[in-house]
Nanobody, 125 residues
Framework: VQLQASGGGLVQAGGSLRLSCAVT????????FGWFRQAPGLEREFVAA????????YYLDSVKGRFTVSRDNAKNTVTLQMNSLEPEDTALYYC???????????????????WGQGTQVTVSS
């Protein structure tokens, strides 16, 4: 499966961005998807995830209430809506896919076999 992330950019604190992940190559409905981010000098960090059916979502505590992950099974797209952005959200954002996830590993990057190329999000203060 191939993933293509887009939608990053430069925004002022308090603003919003909508990241999209276009998925091709395999049956979209068979995959769980996650969003991760990595700031310079730091490890890759879990941000959000959504299971196959779309009813189960998971978030990093610091983005709960500000970010929303969703999926469109008809368009083979996963979206991360980011509101009330903070300078601490500045990072390279990646979408990732996994055909098998258990709850205990959903925040672990190693649980995801497929990765997109990343899109840069920069939030100015």
């Amino acid at each position: 499966v191939q993933l293509q992330a887009s939608g990053g950019g430069l925004v002022q604190a308090g603003g919003s961005l909508r990241l999209s992940c276009a998925v091709t190559g395999r049956t979209f409905n068979n995959y769980n998807f996650g969003w991760f981010r990595q700031a310079p000098g730091l490890e890759r960090e879990f941000v959000a995830a959504i299971r196959r059916g779309g009813s189960n979502t998971y978030y990093l505590d610091s983005v709960k209430g500000r970010f929303t992950v969703s999926r469109d099974n008809a368009k083979n797209t996963v979206t991360l809506q980011m509101n009330s952005l903070e300078p601490e959200d500045t990072a390279l954002y990646y979408c990732a896919a996994s055909s098998t996830l258990i709850t205990s590993t959903i925040r672990n990057p190693q649980a995801y076999a497929y990765w997109g190329q990343g899109t840069q999000v920069t939030v100015s203060s």
